[in-house]
């Protein structure tokens, strides 16, 4: 257990619908990430907060955000969804935003219909 | 963009055996790490390196950070039965928060062993 919470473990939609992901980072750690993991294109990285900040941005579609509250949990929403989207996401937590030891939750499997 | 090619896909090997996997970049990287996925479960960090030529062990785990900034190799000597799972590399080009410092990850190598 790394001590990275997210909810829900599944979610099932149709296409055009819009989600949201929870994340709450392990306890003490101030910087959030999130990542996509599909059959073809592996674990993307997506985008990290870093202390209620966004801190860098990766391949993120316009479709999605996210943001980092005060209490530090994470939200990433999805929008418009497509049958693409389909996918792992997962959020990661480090103690600050300088360090490569991230620890990674159980993940959100999202399945578009 | 950076791209990592990660080799072999896929291994299947019986137990006791060594095993070797591998990653290369197109482009440098400061930062090397690896990875193990379980089924189910997030990633988990196994050995980092942030030094070209480093070599660093974890147990029955090795890996290295090629001299060229390019590659790194990992490991596992005498494999049990819980070292299945999907390893993966990763690597980091540029500083922290910049547009080439997020992690770049290969699309793994999954690992089967046969007791």
């Known amino acids: 257990d790394s001590g990275v919470t997210q909810t829900p473990k599944h979610l099932i939609t149709a296409t055009g619908q819009r989600v949201t992901l929870r994340c709450s980072p392990r306890?003490?750690?101030?910087?959030v990430y999130w990542y996509q993991q599909s059959l073809d294109q592996g674990l993307q990285f997506l985008i990290q907060?870093?202390?209620?900040?966004?801190?860098a941005k990766g391949n993120i579609l316009e479709r999605f955000s996210a943001q980092q509250f005060p209490d530090l949990h994470s939200e990433l929403n999805l929008s418009s969804l497509e049958l693409g989207d389909s996918a792992l996401y997962f959020c990661?937590?480090?103690?600050?935003?300088?360090?490569?030891?991230?620890?990674f939750g159980p993940g959100t499997r999202l399945t578009v219909l | 963009g950076q791209q990592l090619n990660q080799s072999p896909q896929s291994m299947f090997i019986q137990e006791g055996e060594d095993v070797s996997m591998n990653c290369t970049s197109s482009?440098?990287?400061?930062?090397w790490l690896w990875y193990k996925q379980d089924p189910g479960e997030g990633p988990v960090l196994l050995i980092a390196?942030?030094?070209?030529?480093e070599l660093t062990s974890n147990g029955r785990l090795t890996a290295q950070f090629g001299i060229t900034r390019k590659d790194s190799f990992l490991n596992i000597s005498a494999s049990i039965p819980s070292d299945v799972g999907i390893y993966f590399c990763?690597?980091?080009?540029?500083?922290?928060?910049?547009?080439?410092?997020?992690?770049?990850f290969g699309k793994g190598t999954k690992l089967s062993v046969k007791p």
């Open positions: 907060y870093y202390n209620g900040e966004e801190r």
């Open positions: 482009s440098i990287f400061n930062t």
């Open positions: 390196l942030y030094k070209a030529g």
């Open positions: 990763a690597g980091r080009g540029g500083n922290y928060g910049g547009s080439q410092g997020n992690l770049i």
């Open positions: 306890s003490g750690d101030l910087s």
């Open positions: 990661a937590s480090s103690v600050d935003g300088t360090t490569d030891t991230q620890y």
